[in-house]
């Protein structure tokens, strides 16, 4: 089995809240008013925030889990 999680580039990020308004599952937040931050607990890894973010700051990691 595996598992998608979302890692953000802190110093990359504007802050600008496009990958926020896109989530579908609203499961990110834009901690302090300095990056995007994400819960995941609600993310599902659909990639959408990546493809939205303008300065290419998030990354989708595939991990690879026990059964
Ligand atoms: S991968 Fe999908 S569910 Fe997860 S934070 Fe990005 S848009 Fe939201
Ligand atoms: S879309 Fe990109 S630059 Fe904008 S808040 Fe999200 S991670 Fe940061």
């Known amino acids: ?3 998608r999680f979302v890692r953000v580039n802190k110093n990359l990020c504007a802050s ?3 990958c926020s308004k896109e989530c579908p599952r609203n499961a990110i937040n834009i901690f ?3 990056y995007a931050a994400v ?3 609600l993310c599902v890894g659909c990639g959408l925030c ?3 973010c303008p300065a290419g700051c998030i990354e989708i990691i ?3 889990e026990d059964s």
């Open 62 to 64: 595939l991990v690879e």
């Open 32 to 34: 302090r008013g300095c």
């Open 50 to 52: 990546a493809r939205t």
């Open 1 to 3: 089995m595996s598992k």
């Open 39 to 41: 819960d995941e607990k």
């Open 16 to 18: 600008c809240g496009a």
